[in-house]
């Protein structure tokens, strides 16, 4: 019985292959890798898709829109808690909630949003049941941030925009940083920007592939 359960392709051990993976990749930062090593990635996605769901790479998640590659998840974050834990951060584009619960497990208040309602309500689901209470999530255009529980100490975008939305700037707090993919499809690079009292600092990271930041909610 124990074989069918605990021994197959979502098994702890499968999943510390994966971070093995990560660090080989270059990621160094212990408290992201020790989160993810414990969180479940296969209950985020379809159960036909669950056996690889510590490969590193983007699943379908419906909708035309993927769950982030681990390696991705694991950089954004790595580069925003880079230099203290923030404690508030706006993430867009919430998918399959994933990335999500990396972030609830190291920040202290979380908020998310999507603009395609039934992924919204599927991550709304799971992140419940795998028992984070520190997400508050929102049905809209991240493009306009979420004022209202502003500002942040961080902001992760995980759909690439043309051009960064300057709504999502002024919502950061002196200080805070926002990780984000900007550019048209083919042609994206990952970006730091940190805010300071006169101007925002923009350092280019890497070469990355998101799908687009797209207007409006459905
Ligand atoms: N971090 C998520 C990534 C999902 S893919 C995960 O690992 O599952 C990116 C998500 O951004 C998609 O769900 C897409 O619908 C959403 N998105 C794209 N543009 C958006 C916008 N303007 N506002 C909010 N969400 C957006």
Redesign the pocket.
Known sequence: MKEHLGIGMTSQRTRDRLIVHLQELGIKDQRVLSMMRKIPRHLFVAEALASRAYENSSLP?GHG????QPYM?ARMTELLIEDGIPENVLE????????SSVLASLIPRVFS????RP?QEQAKKVLSDVGFRNINFKHS???WGWNACGPYDGILA??APAEIPVKLLEQLTVGAKLIIPVGEEGHQVLQRVTRTELAYEVETIEPVSF?P???GRV
Request: charged share 15%.
């Open positions: 998640i829109q993927t769950i982030s998840v867009v584009g919430t998918g399959s909630g994933y990335q949003v999507e603009r395609i992924l255009d991240g493009g995980a759909a799908v930041f797209l207007k």
